[in-house]
């Protein structure tokens, strides 16, 4: 099977894509190529930041790789927490995270907002972009505990249940990295 790195650090994240690639493609984490380094995120766009990921693993292990940055943009908050998501209350505490948005949007009618995800794909020394988003509002309160991040709180538009509140196989159909994914494996199909 093709081997493609995947850069991330977030275990969540690799066995949502393992998932979605299984037996077409062995996906390796950071951890499984050794790279044991904290990757700088300093781009304020997920594209830039997503092309940093994937551009260091290229230049330090000339392995073909894809990395993606998400997050979640809310409207009433001019698209915060954006590329700041991970750690929108100055810790990576999912927790914390939650509760600053929520006291952020403390009556605020507007509660729409969107899951977007940039990937990277570096192939060949040729940088390849994708994009996903999925619509949807922020509940009041949080409930379910699959996923991660901010999956409690987010509600997808057509849908009466949270992210967390989902199993994963069903959130990879419908979530902003999988239809950044099933735009990277079209692509990648296309040069089978
Ligand atoms: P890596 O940079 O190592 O890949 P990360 O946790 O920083 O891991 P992202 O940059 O993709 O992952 O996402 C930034 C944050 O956005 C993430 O920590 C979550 O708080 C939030 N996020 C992204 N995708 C999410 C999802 O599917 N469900 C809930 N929250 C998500």
């Known amino acids: 099977m093709k081997k493609l790195v995947f850069a991330t650090n ?20 950071l951890e499984d190529i050794g790279c044991l380094v904290d990757i700088p995120e300093t781009a304020d766009t997920f594209e830039g930041n997503a092309t940093l990921k994937s551009s260091y693993v290229v230049a330090h292990f000339n392995l073909d790789c894809f990395a993606d940055d998400s997050g979640l943009e809310i409207e009433a908050l001019n698209n915060e927490p954006g590329v ?23 009556g605020i009618a507007n ?17 390849h972009i994708f994009e996903g988003t999925i619509e949807g509002t ?4 949080l409930s379910g505990s699959n996923g991660f991040g901010y999956d409690p709180i987010f509600e997808p538009d057509g849908y009466e249940s ?17 239809i950044a994914l099933r735009k990277m494996m079209e692509f990648l199909k296309g040069q089978l």
Do not use: C, P
Request: aromatic share 6%; no cysteine.
């Open 111 to 127: 509660r729409k907002a969107r899951f977007k995800t940039v990937i990277s794909l570096m192939q060949n020394g040729e940088n």
């Open 10 to 29: 977030n275990q969540h994240k690799t066995e949502e894509i393992r998932a979605a690639l299984e037996g077409k493609y062995e996906i390796l984490n």
């Open 84 to 106: 700041y998501s991970a750690r929108y209350s100055g810790s990576r505490d999912n927790i914390e995270n939650i509760q600053l948005v929520l006291k952020k949007l403390e």
């Open 162 to 178: 949270t992210f967390a509140e989902m199993d994963l196989a069903e959130k990879n159909k419908i979530s902003h990295r999988a």
């Open 138 to 141: 922020i509940r009041t309160t």
